[in-house]
């Protein structure tokens, strides 16, 4: 499972190192935990996938190819996950506390999407915030500018 992982990651290899990418390995991990927020209340909406590839594209600027390959790996990657402290633990070095909160508030657009907040969704971003380290003053930060940007949308 560790050579699959990192021949996900693009690590598996002299090619992949030559032509290795700094920021791959955060937006994997950014983009393993949308998908399983995505996908934590046993179903997957549209609606939450469209969000997630939107807001991938828009925080790491990328083309919609790149978002489909990045969102294809993740799903792979997530699904073979038995927690979410690799992919919190890369995003917690590389992220200042304001982008930990933004990740936050990605995460919350995500479960928001379909208009419903299932305990699973909740309990997801309140346990990734934990992982974090963003106080429960900015999750709620977090929840609000999700709220209000869905709104706009």
Known sequence: MIGRVKSLLGLGSADAVQHHDPKAELRLAAACLLVEASMIDGEVDERETERLSIRLAE??????EEVRSLVDKAGEVAADAVDWNRFTRVLKAEFEIEE???MLELLWEVVLADGELHAYEDSLVRRI?????????DRAT???RAEARLAQA
Do not use: K, N
């Open 59 to 64: 925080h790491f600027e990328m083309e919609p």
């Open 100 to 102: 930990r909160i933004t």
């Open 129 to 137: 915030a934990g992982l974090l380290h963003v106080e429960d003053h």
């Open 142 to 144: 977090a929840r609000h």
